[in-house]
């Protein structure tokens, strides 16, 4: 099943490929608006020119847009109710936010690979080094290491095919520094590559590099481990204290004044406490460093 370019649109992918070249005109237009789409593109693997991904973004707004009029439209006929201001606002600000998530689409994805790539960066380049203080090549030990690393193997398995293509191998490094987003890896490469350039040892430049990464990755873990007191306390107070205080006090004061209290009050703090939980934990898996 093909990948959708463009999420929660309701546009099938082959149909949102078609409508990126049928506006790539307007999307010409936006992606001026927009220069570092190219590079977020690149990184996030997508292989659309900016001008088409974002045709395909318009043409998805104006799809969302016109599907959300329409069944307004429906409810407000069925419920005899005349809304005409909503119905022309609420599609306008569902154009909006999907133009908007195609523009920051990207982005996110890059994100997300780059992470992926660091979590098995420090051993693969451990194990470039050991199979260099070894005598072996620079492309066998980075076709060695393409196979049992996760994504950071894919990315070296890359390196390795545009090598075997026939471009040489600090323009094949260059290439791939270029549009890799995760800047762990980038580094790596410029060390491999500046020292391919100045005829230096390899493997002095890639323990250098190794040392950094564990450094930076110890100092992240420290961090984080720092960022957990105040984010502890901010959970405790609107997790525990802020709802069974907000209830007594609400228990309290209706005995008071003689009010029952609604049961969609009780309700809404069940639905509160199951959001703010939710969107806690992602925060906080969001926050912790790779390891």
């Known amino acids: 099943m093909e990948k959708p370019i463009i999420p929660f649109s309701l546009l099938p992918p082959k149909q949102q490929r078609q409508a990126g070249k049928a506006f790539r005109g307007v999307g010409n237009f936006v992606a001026g608006l927009t220069p570092y789409l190219r590079e977020d593109l690149d990184h996030a693997e997508i292989t659309l020119p900016p001008r088409e991904y974002l045709g395909a973004g318009i043409a998805c707004a ?19 109710v005349n809304a005409w201001a909503p119905l022309i606002l609420i599609p306008l600000v569902v154009a909006g936010i999907t133009l908007l998530t195609t523009i920051y689409y990207p982005k996110v994805l890059a994100q997300r690979r780059s992470r992926q790539i660091d979590l098995q960066l420090i051993p693969a380049a451990r194990q470039l080094l050991i199979e260099l203080r070894s005598g072996v090549p620079l492309f066998h030990a980075m076709a060695s290491i393409s196979d049992d690393y996760s994504f950071t193997s894919k990315e070296f398995k890359k390196i390795v095919q545009r090598i075997d ?56 873990i420290r961090c984080y481990g ?18 069974s205080l907000g209830v007594t006090m609400l228990i309290v004061i209706g005995s008071f004044m003689g009010i029952s209290i609604p049961r969609v ?15 806690f934990m992602n925060f906080i898996g969001t926050r912790r460093p790779t390891i």
Not at 226 to 243: C, D, F, G, N, R
């Open 226 to 243: 720092q960022e957990l007191s105040p984010w502890t306390l901010i959970y405790m107070m609107a997790a525990v204290v802020l709802p």
């Open 265 to 279: 009050v009780l309700i809404g703090g069940i639905v509160y406490l199951i959001v703010f939980q939710l969107f």
């Open 62 to 80: 104006i799809v969302n847009a016109l599907a959300i009029g329409l069944v307004f439209l429906l409810v407000s006929q069925v419920a005899n």
């Open 165 to 220: 293509a026939g471009v040489s191998e600090i323009d094949a490094l260059a290439e791939a520094a270029r549009t890799n987003p995760s800047m762990q890896f980038k580094k790596l490469l410029w060390q491999l590559s500046n020292a391919l350039k100045v005829g230096s040892d390899v493997g002095d430049a890639l323990e250098s590099i190794i040392s950094e990464f564990v450094r930076e990755r110890v100092d992240q």
